[in-house]
T-cell receptor, first 117, second 111 residues
């Protein structure tokens, strides 16, 4: 079945550096992808909706300049955490919406565990 | 805005039934979902229910929907230790397919 591949699965970076996370749809085209953030023991919070060929739509309270989203092609969306700080440490997950009405095919990446030291 | 609420913890004994509850606020939600997340992993869709249904059964899983009260539950029959995970309830917004998740219920199954 269709798969969303997210890379890297974990990353440790120094405070002040930038980290790029990639989300690829492997055997289907995704004009839209969603980026979520999950703190330990908490729910997934939608950060932004990535749209191929246009600007991403950010949820209220999410800093656009800090979390740069680029939907470069129909199979690739990237999230760049710029000037990372320890409070950005979290689990980031991307997903592509399903193609059926029930959205049962919504596909989630494996997630990226970001630790900023 | 839309909100989804769940209890945070549930502990059961192996072989018992587990019932995880969820409430949501968006009355226009068309689909409601249950996802399972194992430690350090992404989400796995377990089951879903369309808003005009009251119940859906899929092997050991039974989903009950009370649309009037905006209440959703997931029952797992004959719970096994492999069912230990975090279970997320989610509603699908009419806006572009984004999902609104609950906080997740951590299910602990004791032998």
């Amino acid at each position: 079945g269709a798969v969303v591949s997210q890379h890297p699965s974990w990353v440790i970076c120094k405070s002040g550096t930038s980290v790029k996370i990639e989300c690829r749809s492997l055997d289907f085209q995704a004009t839209t992808m969603f980026w979520y953030r999950q703190f330990p023991k908490q729910s997934l919070m939608l950060m932004a909706t990535s749209n191929e060929g246009s600007k991403a739509t950010y949820e209220q309270g999410v800093e656009k300049d800090k979390f740069l989203i680029n939907h470069a092609s129909l199979t690739l969306s990237t999230l760049t955490v710029t000037s990372a700080h320890p409070e950005d440490s979290s689990f980031y997950i991307c997903s592509a919406p399903g193609r059926d009405r029930a959205n049962t095919e919504a596909f989630f990446g494996q997630g990226t565990r970001l630790t900023v030291v | 805005g839309e909100d989804v609420e769940q209890s945070l913890f549930l502990s059961v004994r192996e072989g018992d039934s587990s019932v995880i509850n969820c409430t949501y606020t968006d009355s226009s939600s068309t689909y409601l979902y249950w996802y399972k997340q194992e430690p350090g992993a992404g989400l796995q869709l377990l089951t879903y229910i369309f808003s005009n249904m009251d119940m859906k059964q899929d092997q050991r899983l039974t989903v009950l929907l009370n649309k009037k009260d905006k209440h959703l539950s997931l029952r797992i029959a004959d719970t096994q230790t492999g069912d230990s995970a975090i279970y997320f309830c989610a509603s699908r917004s009419n806006q572009g397919g984004k999902l609104i998740f609950g906080q997740g219920t951590e299910l602990s199954v004791k032998p």
